[in-house]
C-alpha cells in the first residue's frame, strides 16, 4: 500500500473533507501542518502547490479535496488485501483437498 501524507493547515475546510474520506476508506496516513512545518511548506511551493490540503502517495500527489483519487487509493488497498486473503484462502482449500 502506498504510503500516504496528508498536508494541512488549520480551519481549511478541504483539509477537513480530505481527512473525512481517508479515515473513512481506511487508509492510513501521516498528517503535517503546514503552519508549524515551514520545511515541508516550503517543499510543496517548490513543487508549485499553492493550495492545502495537499496529499502525496508513492505513486501520485495532488492539491484540494479529490474524492476520485481517495477512492482510487481505496481501491488499491481493498484488492492487495483481497490478493493476500485470496492467496492464502487458496492454498488452505488445496490442502484440504
Given at each position: ?68 483519487k481517495i477512492e482510487i ?25
Open positions: 500500500m502506498d504510503a500516504v501524507t496528508l498536508y494541512t493547515i488549520p480551519g481549511c475546510v478541504q483539509c477537513n473533507a480530505s481527512t473525512r474520506a481517508l479515515e473513512k476508506a481506511g487508509i492510513e496516513y501521516a498528517t503535517v501542518d503546514l503552519s508549524k512545518n515551514p520545511r515541508a511548506l516550503k517543499m510543496l511551493l517548490t513543487m508549485g502547490y499553492q493550495q492545502a490540503p495537499v496529499i502525496i502517495t508513492d505513486t501520485d500527489h495532488w492539491t484540494g479535496f479529490r474524492p476520485d487509493l481505496a481501491d488499491r488497498k481493498n484488492s492487495e488485501f483481497g490478493l493476500a486473503i485470496g492467496a492464502g484462502t487458496a492454498i488452505g482449500i488445496e490442502g484440504i483437498q
